[in-house]
Each structure stands twice: as structure tokens, then as C-alpha cells.
């Protein structure tokens, strides 16, 4: 890994490694299921026309059949052997290091690849989009549904999870937790409800906080526990996001049409004011989420972030705020930090916009796709355009949607203007026109790497300051 790709911990965990002979030992395996059906076949090529993703990057796992040395290739590429199995006693192997899918190593006479099954929001949607009528195993709204489109040699299937990284649809794990009981479905539904049907603006953020932390601690109840919780909340922070942002509704769309959802997401990013922090990460570990790593870019960068990672979910957040230099080695994550004398670009837009977690939503949603067919598809379908990327590695791209404005509250535009964050023509342009609120980003990961670019998140961040627009 390159020197400027370094996170500040020393530590190895989060020194996201690159894995091409992994990398090409998976696609083998996804060409030969896709040679054996022909419906996935097909799905893969209308994938990529329709909405600019990669099939590869919608596979949840594959079932393969047990060879001789299997293990030790699997070992060797970096898999490690989980404590789970799926319900036939197969064992199944993750990629800790890399973002490749799960490997389930059937016995058994049987083809070289036996399944292939993709991951999407609702099997039923999926179903519907394809006119399939599938059979669908699993209880509504329960941790893990799945459909399957018989092939040639090769099963295609249509999984969707909600906080559960196992494979039986009636698990007996998840009943004795209360997850498989009859009002589980409602319960579910009624705590998504609760989040998305939340009070997000408030003239005083200590009290939208308040409100907030007491939501949530309803929505864990009803839900039974933080994973499905977290599952559903990040489900409605997606919907909250995507209706202030045209590019993420025109994409959604897109996905849509093949009954995907927005099963590719690849990051959540957070904004928020060096006071807040702490609270924003007690939300989020409240959720079950766990530290990665954090950056921060270098004396003239003004900015930090806070990876954040579930377990259970897989759901990743980044998480922005102001930083010093010398505050980088600080826990800014749980202590908190005194104001600036001077807000830099997160500072500016929480003052303009609000917290993500409250008025202000997600700066941006990141999902995996076609780099370059998805510039170049936003542009003849929908006269969207796409930044200058910001990575520009073979193995990691990223590029913004141009920002959208949002409308801004004379309120806050007011005391900016006080406060000294903005001059009287700023102030003047902004309430007229609005300021940079949100973008889609576009992202394209090879050979299975998991890290962020530091360096040049830093000048993207500068780029999209509201000030220079």
C-alpha cells in the first residue's frame, strides 16, 4: 500500500491491503456461474447498460464445490474460516482484509460453482421487476430472505438481509433472540417508522440530540437489538437523503428497474460540529458500530474523519469534522473538542445546513459502479454531471456528482454573517441561490480494497467548500 494511502494508526488492521490474485480467483468463479445460467447471464449484461454497476459487485457469496487444497488456496488468498455455517453443515469462508464475497465450500458430487446469489433491498421487488414469480423462503421483513433462478448447472439467488450474516431463512439462532416471532415483521416495521418519521429540525441541536438519542433507544427496543435496528434506521437515513438529492433519485430509479435497491452502497458520510461529535459516534455505537480507522490530511487539510464499521450489517460510515493538526492524535471521536476560531469547510456547511443527523441529512451517499459508464450515463439520461475524479487509481476511483444546491434558512444565514463565516455578498448569493448541500458519489473498487484515499479526499472536500461556489 502506498505511503499516502496511510491512516493514522500504526497499528496493521486498517492497512487496507490490495489482493489482485483473490480479485482474479473470485471473477473466474463468477464467470463460470454466469456461464452456467443464463438468466444471470443476462442480468449481468442489463446491469451494466441499465445502471452502470458491475454484477460483480452485487454478489453476496458463492457456493463452490469442495478440491482437493481448496482450504489452503482459500487461506492462502486471504479467507479465513468463519464460526458460522450454512444450513446443509457447509463451512463458509470471509475476506477480512478485502471486500470480496463470502465462499461456501459444498461436498458433494456437483458443477465446479454451484450458486451464485446477489444481494438487493427486496427479493419481491426483484421478483416483480423480472416478471419471475419466484418462491421466496423467509418471513417478511425477517433477517434473511432468498429466491433462486434455477440455470444450467448454476443457481442464480436473490438474497436480502437485515442485520444477519447467516443463511437460514428460519433460523433457529434468530428465534431464540425473538427475531422469528409472529409480531417481529410488525415491530420491525413500526420501529423503521418511528426513525423515519423523526423530528429533524430543531432551533436548538443540544435538544435535537436529546431527541434523537431517546428516538433511538425506542427504535433498538422495537427492533430487539442494535443489527436489525441499524439495518432499518441507515434504510430510512438513505430515503431522507435521496429526496434532497436529484442525482441519488435518478440513480435509485435506475436501480430500481432491475429490483436492486441500493444494495451497492459502499459508504454513508456524516458531517458534523466538533461540539456534536462525540454524540453523533455515541449514536452510532449505539447501533453496534465499531472504530476503524480515522484520518487527517496534514497542517493545511482543516479537516478529520472517523471510519466507523459494522459488524453485522457491513455498513460504513464515514464521519467529518474540523480538525487541528495537533488534534489528530487526540480521541476526537469520544472527546470533545472547543470551538475554532475559525469553522473550516465541515464547520461551514453544518453552520449553513445543519447536523447530518438532524436537519441536514448525509452529505453524500457512496455506491459501487462502472466509473466511467456511470459519468457518462448520468449525462445522456438525466444532463447530470460528474466532478473531476478525486482518486484516480486502478484500484480505487471516486468522483462526485456536481453539488446540488439546497436552499438555505435566513436564520442561519444570519448568524454566519455575525458569527464572521461568511462576508455580506456570500451572504447575500446564498440566500438568493442556495449553497452546495449533496452529491452521489461515484465509486469503483479493484482487487478488493477496502481503504479510503486521504490526500486527495482532503481536495475534494476543499473543491466543494460552499464559499468557492
Known sequence: MTQHMASLETASPFD????????????????????????AAGLAGRMARETSTRFSDWVDHLIIGEAPG????LSGLGYTRQAIADPLGSPVFAHEGGMFPRIIVRRGAGSAVREVAIKVESASAFSRAHDL??????????????????????????VERRGYVGFDPFSGDMARIGRMAPQSARDALAARELWEGRKRRFDDDEEGFDATEATLARVVELAGGPDLACHLVFEAERDYWQSRNRAGRVQKARQDRLGLGWANHDHHTYRSSRKFFPRLIGIFETLGFRLRERYHAGEQAGWGAQILEHPTTGIVIFADLDLAPEEATEDFAHDALPDLPRPNTVGLWIALHGESILEAGMHHLEAQFDFDALKADLKSEADIDVMKPFSDFPFLRQAFTAGERWKVDPR????????????????ARFLAEGAIGSHLENLQRTEGYKGFNQKSVSAILQAVDPRLH
Open 16 to 39: 487496507w491491503k490490495r489482493w489482485p490474485e483473490t480479485e482474479a480467483f473470485v471473477a473466474d468463479r463468477i464467470v463460470s456461474a454466469l456461464e452456467g445460467n443464463s438468466f
Open 70 to 73: 481448496l482450504g489452503k488456496t
Open 133 to 158: 414469480g419466484l418462491t421466496i423462503r423467509g418471513y417478511p421483513m425477517g433477517p434473511y430472505r432468498v429466491g433462486r433462478v434455477g440455470g444450467e448447472g448454476v443457481d442464480l439467488a436473490v
Open 412 to 427: 442561519r444565514l444570519d448568524r454566519a454573517l455575525k458569527a464572521g463565516l461568511i462576508d455580506a455578498e456570500q451572504h
